[in-house]
């Protein structure tokens, strides 16, 4: 499985951005698809997830703020970030789960940053 990303950049303080990644490969059994980002200094943590089933969790730090679909005919997730604050700055990653043969794989973008100015 192949995760390419996209949409990251500055923008200042109260701005929007969207995130999108998109899987090609082998990424038919797709299930849970996600957002993780890594602040500068701070290990990675969970932004949010979402389920095949459209199921959603957010990390605390960004529910009302950020929200998290999916295309399941394009394998793609993408990420509405709104309301954007400056400890939001971070390298966001992209992860997927494949599942194949009832064992799970898990897959990460190359990593996209985005920078929120005060």
């Known amino acids: 499985v192949q995760l390419v990303e996209s949409g990251g950049g500055l923008v200042q303080q109260g701005g929007s951005l969207r995130l999108s990644c998109a899987a090609s490969?082998?990424?038919?059994?797709?299930?849970?698809m996600g957002w993780y980002r890594q602040p500068p200094g701070k290990q990675r943590e969970l932004v949010a997830a979402i389920t095949r089933g459209s199921n959603t969790n957010y990390a605390d730090s960004v529910k009302g703020r950020f929200t998290i679909s999916r295309d399941n005919r394009k394998n793609t997730v993408y990420l509405q970030m709104n309301s954007l604050k400056p400890e939001d700055t971070a390298v966001y990653y992209c992860?997927?789960?494949?599942?194949?043969?009832?064992?799970?794989?898990?897959?990460w973008g190359q990593g996209t940053q985005v920078t929120v100015s005060s």
């Open positions: 992860n997927v789960v494949n599942r194949i043969l009832g064992r799970d794989y898990e897959y």
């Open positions: 490969g082998s990424s038919f059994a797709i299930t849970t």
